[in-house]
């Protein structure tokens, strides 16, 4: 995971389009993605469920694996 993340500038994540607006009309969750550092805490913008920007499914993934690992 601290390797996915060190490719990620986490102040470029806050203000990511979500690639569809799917909650406006057929009620689908609303997601955000945390990370939490030493010194700050960064907060994605808000996507769908399961349809994150490109820019953050790498990550998700990632988390994904660790989470089934358990």
């Known amino acids: 995971l601290m390797q996915a993340m060190a490719g990620y500038k986490f102040t470029e994540l806050v203000n990511l389009p979500s690639p569809s607006n799917k909650r406006s009309f057929d009620g689908a969750s609303i997601s955000v993605i945390t990370i939490q550092t030493n010194r700050s805490s960064y907060r994605s913008g808000e996507f769908d469920d399961y349809d994150p920007n490109t820019r953050l499914t790498k990550l998700i993934q990632i ?3 660790i989470e089934n690992r358990k």
Request: hydrophobic residues 35%.
């Open 63 to 65: 988390m994904q694996e």
